[in-house]
């Protein structure tokens, strides 16, 4: 059974740092490429950030590029998002997502495994 568990979400002030983590397992991680996703209240889920299974390719919405930096270990099973620089806009639930594909993917639905979320609040 594949588990995805984030952990890392708050409160945060604008222009602070949080960093979410997200521990897998029931799955072979290297083989997988992980992305992070927002959703706002009454949106879908946007794509953030995504890293590729060796963790060489990393790929992030203009949104946050330069503000987010995504990285994974895979000895240990485990990605992280680092948001720095964050705005009320950024406030949302963060899913820690793992797809087979072996690029990374901006689309939920190249997503097979989902964690519960994390909430992220910033504020102005």
């Known amino acids: 059974q594949v588990q995805l568990v984030e952990s890392g979400g708050g409160l945060v002030q604008s222009g602070g740092s949080l960093r979410l983590s997200c521990a897998a397992s029931?799955?072979?991680?290297?083989?997988?490429?992980m992305g992070w996703f927002r959703q706002a209240p009454g949106k879908g889920r946007e794509f953030r950030a995504g890293?590729?299974?060796?963790?060489?390719?990393?790929y992030y919405s203009d949104f946050v590029k330069g503000r987010f930096t995504i990285s994974r270990d895979n000895a240990k099973n485990t990605v992280w998002l680092q948001m720095d620089s964050l705005r009320p806009e950024d406030t949302g639930i963060y899913y820690c997502?793992?797809?087979?594909?072996?690029?990374?993917?901006?689309?939920?639905?190249?997503?097979?495994?989902w964690g519960q979320g994390t909430q992220v609040t910033v504020s102005s």
């Open positions: 997502a793992a797809s087979p594909m072996h690029l990374v993917s901006t689309l939920a639905d190249s997503y097979h495994h």
């Open positions: 029931g799955l072979t991680f290297s083989r997988h490429t």
């Open positions: 890293v590729s299974g060796s963790g060489g390719g990393t």
